[in-house]
């Protein structure tokens, strides 16, 4: 029987700043991917829809968004979050929100690897000089081969 197991990463999670503030997102070994799952579900719900249903679809997508940086966000980084979104002197927007969540999925929680990896040849070993070096160009060998007229 295939078995799955989470690997827990040892990893605090991810910061990043907003206007000065440091947040911090969990490894993704410690979001609920049901949260990702809702959040992708209710995305797609906005983009197949029109009038009074779009309008629907696009509460769900904000609450499913809400719901998915509660869960992503370590605990102090949700509580300065929802103090920010709220605070009248210094608030956090909506167009900001979405940039930090499309940031988390895109680069975060997506499973890409967060370094690219080292540029890699083309495959081949090099086995010593090639066939050709150190060869000295030679002049061209008329040919002995009657000429036909064209």
């Known amino acids: 029987m295939k078995q799955f197991n989470v690997a ?3 990893n605090e999670g991810t910061r990043f700043m907003i206007d000065g503030d440091e947040f911090l997102a ?20 906005v983009v197949g829809s029109t009038g009074e ?12 968004s809400a719901e998915f940086l509660r869960l992503a966000l370590a ?10 979104l709220r605070d009248a ?3 956090i927007t909506m167009e900001t929100v979405t940039e930090v969540t499309n940031w988390l999925l ?4 997506s499973g890409r690897p967060t370094v690219p990896p080292k540029p890699s040849g083309n495959g081949r070993q090099p086995t010593g000089p090639s066939s050709t070096a150190g060869a000295r160009a030679r002049k061209s060998t008329p040919s002995k081969s009657p000429r036909t007229a064209s």
């Open 8 to 10: 827990r990463s040892a």
């Open 75 to 84: 605990p102090i980084s949700v509580e300065l979050l929802e103090r920010r």
């Open 106 to 109: 895109e680069e975060v929680y």
């Open 26 to 45: 969990k490894p993704p070994s410690d979001v609920p991917g049901g949260a990702l799952l809702d959040l992708t579900a209710a995305a797609v719900a």
């Open 89 to 91: 002197e210094n608030p």
């Open 53 to 64: 249903e779009r309008a629907v679809a696009i509460g769900r997508q904000v609450a499913a």
